[in-house]
């Protein structure tokens, strides 16, 4: 079954400190690993995306790693501020026709951060 | 923004009613999907729309159905509402130019059934 779980389910931190987000995913056959942010209420907002080929990507002050060997993912967020405070989803989606655009994302449910000052 | 727009932004209806929710994708974008977010969930796929079909469903029941427009936005319907359909409903538009499907998300439907 297409999994993704992630983990801690939910994270404080204080306003500038940093934190690394956990993602491990049994989604077969895999294309992508996507980061998105959540704000309460809203839609998601990519934050990155990576193909199976790359073991990083950075937004900014976010920065994604993959080992596709292990099938592990993590988020690190620098320097935390305190509009960073919202739900951080793992994504992985996998193409089933080879191409166009038959895909698929499995979502994890989410870490929720709370940045407090 | 993403230029994605949904309608309406709230509703509440009865268990037993239908519904339609609305969906506008992102200019050039002929992709839509829908996705179900449960209360302190991730997102669960319900299909996905390529130029007017069908192209891909997830573990939803024939009450769910949807269709899209030559203009490509996109409707999602619900028959028979039950009470664990109260949920965020997220419309995507994406674009097949290009390998990574950029996924642009709506604000969301919030749905509740009492």
């Known amino acids: 079954k297409n999994q993704v779980e992630q983990s801690p389910q939910s994270l404080i931190i204080l306003e500038g400190k940093n934190c690394t987000l956990q993602c491990n995913y049994t989604v077969s056959p895999f294309s992508n690993l996507r980061w998105y942010k959540q704000d309460t209420g809203r839609g998601p907002v990519s934050l990155t995306i990576m193909t199976f080929s790359e073991n990083t990507k950075s937004n900014g002050r976010y920065t994604a790693t993959l080992d596709a060997d292990t099938k592990q993912s993590s988020l690190h967020i620098t320097a935390s501020q305190l509009s960073d405070s919202a739900s951080y989803i793992c994504?992985?989606?996998?193409?089933?026709?080879?191409?166009?655009?038959?895909?698929?994302?499995?979502f994890g449910k989410g870490t929720l951060l709370t940045v407090n000052p | 923004e993403t230029g994605v727009t949904q309608s309406p932004t709230h509703l509440i209806k009865t268990r037993g009613q239908q519904v339609t929710l609305r969906c506008s994708s992102q200019s050039g974008h002929n992709t839509v999907s829908w996705y179900q977010q449960a209360l302190g969930q991730g997102p669960q796929f319900i299909f996905q729309?390529?130029?007017?079909?069908?192209?891909g469903r997830g573990n939803f029941p024939p009450r769910f159905s949807g269709l899209q427009f030559p203009n490509y936005s996109s409707e999602l319907n619900v028959n028979a509402l039950e009470l664990d359909d109260s949920a965020l409903y997220l419309c995507?538009?994406?674009?097949?130019?290009?390998?990574?499907?950029?996924?642009?998300f709506g604000p969301g439907t919030r749905l509740t059934v009492t």
């Open positions: 729309y390529y130029r007017e079909e069908e192209n």
């Open positions: 994504v992985v989606d996998h193409d089933f026709s080879g191409g166009g655009s038959n895909y698929k994302l499995t």
């Open positions: 995507a538009s994406s674009s097949t130019s290009g390998s990574l499907y950029e996924q642009y």
